[in-house]
């Protein structure tokens, strides 16, 4: 069994910075794309990054230029940090990966719990 743990939400002001981290773990022989979804109160889940495992990134428009995402590929770890937060950031971020385990013939998709990010004065 695979599980992706995810850590450093909370509450900061607009213009803060704040740093998530999602850890991968159980049986995994790989890991392909990973990346970070959030999901605002009444709002559908939508990407916010994606990192794939050679390292390519892709953002949405909305956080260009403010948010970074890395990984570790060792740790099967991976992170999301964000600076210049605005209110409109306020959402519950999602961890997401594929993940190859030695128990099954084709990659599966894996979310963690979520981390409730709220940016207000």
């Known amino acids: 069994q695979v599980q992706l743990v995810e850590s450093g939400g909370g509450l900061v002001q607009p213009g803060g910075s704040l740093r998530l981290s999602c850890a991968a773990s159980?049986?995994?022989?790989?890991?392909?794309?990973m990346g970070w979804y959030r999901q605002a109160p009444g709002k559908q889940r939508e990407l916010v990054a994606t990192i794939t495992s050679s390292g390519s990134t892709n953002y949405d428009d909305s956080v260009k230029g403010r948010f970074t995402i890395s990984r570790d590929n060792a740790n099967n770890t991976q992170s999301l940090q964000m600076t210049s937060l605005k209110p409109e950031d306020t959402a519950v971020y999602y961890c997401n990966a594929d993940v190859k385990s030695p128990f099954y013939v084709r990659t599966r998709n894996y979310w963690g719990q979520g981390t409730q990010v709220t940016v207000s004065s």
């Open positions: 159980g049986r995994i022989s790989s890991i392909g794309t």
